[in-house]
């Protein structure tokens, strides 16, 4: 059974930042993908980077150079670091994790574990 409990978020001008945390109970699972993904109000769900237990970090172009993810491995926390925040980064949040092989993670795998969200809201 895996939890994800999200904290962190709120408001910020733009240029500011922000990070946000996923606390991750799971079992001591050797191989699992961690992801932040985001969504607008009428839109799509958008993935925003993964990390994987090997460490190995991919993010989406619009925030690469912006926005560092990492894990804390030992409690299995997930941070999210966005910095030069803006506008249209406003979103709410989501934090998800899968317990599969580093080879599958990516944006694109089917996450069955996600966390509560949290809104981020980003003004010019």
């Known amino acids: 059974q895996v939890q994800l409990v999200q904290s962190g978020g709120g408001s910020v001008q733009a240029g500011g930042s922000l990070n946000l945390s996923c606390a991750v109970s799971?079992?001591?699972?050797?191989?699992?993908?961690m992801a932040w993904f985001r969504q607008v109000p009428g839109k799509e769900r958008e993935g925003v980077a993964t990390?994987?237990?090997?460490?190995?970090?991919k993010y989406v172009d619009s925030v690469k150079g912006r926005f560092t993810v990492s894990e804390d491995s030992a409690t299995h926390t997930l941070n999210l670091l966005m910095n030069s925040l803006q506008p249209e980064d406003t979103a709410v949040y989501y934090c998800?994790?899968?317990?599969?092989?580093?080879?599958?993670?990516?944006?694109?795998?089917?996450?069955?574990?996600w966390g509560q969200g949290t809104q981020v809201t980003v003004s010019s």
């Open positions: 990390i994987d237990s090997v460490g190995d970090i």
């Open positions: 799971m079992a001591a699972y050797s191989s699992y993908c």
């Open positions: 998800a994790v899968e317990l599969v092989h580093v080879q599958w993670c990516s944006l694109g795998l089917r996450f069955e574990n």
